[in-house]
């Protein structure tokens, strides 16, 4: 069983940057690891995604070139850096591990395939 522990979260004014922290229990280095978001009144959502080692990640549109997703596998912690954040970046911000997979797959951007999930973090951001 793995439990997921985020961090990081806060206000800040459009424009500006916050890292996100993902702490895990229990060894994460074989797992797809991802974040998601979800704002009020929608469906959470893909953000991010990065493969067991790091060598691979993905990205929701959305967040392409201002948003990096990262992991320390030591550390057994993912990372999501947020620049240029803007008001509709908003909500409260997963962190999810997928205990089936190793390297992304079709189905990555799918919360569905994801087996432990944080409790979240709230990512505020005025305009």
């Known amino acids: 069983q793995v439990q997921l522990v985020e961090s990081g979260g806060g206000l800040v004014q459009a424009g500006g940057s916050l890292r996100l922290s993902c702490a895990a229990s229990g060894r994460i280095s074989s797992y797809v690891m991802g974040w998601f978001r979800q704002a009020p009144g929608k469906e959470r959502e893909f953000v991010a995604a990065?493969?067991?080692?790091?060598?691979?990640?993905y990205y929701a549109d959305f967040v392409k070139g201002r948003f990096t997703i990262s992991r320390d596998n030591a550390k057994n912690s993912v990372y999501l850096q947020m620049n240029s954040l803007k008001p509709e970046d908003t909500a409260v911000y997963y962190c999810?591990?997928?205990?089936?997979?190793?390297?992304?797959?079709?189905?990555?951007?799918?919360?569905?395939?994801?087996?432990?999930w944080g409790q979240g973090t709230q990512v505020t951001v005025s305009s």
């Open positions: 999810a591990a997928d205990v089936t997979h190793s390297i992304l797959v079709a189905t990555t951007t799918s919360r569905f395939e994801y087996d432990y």
């Open positions: 990065i493969s067991y080692r790091g060598g691979s990640t």
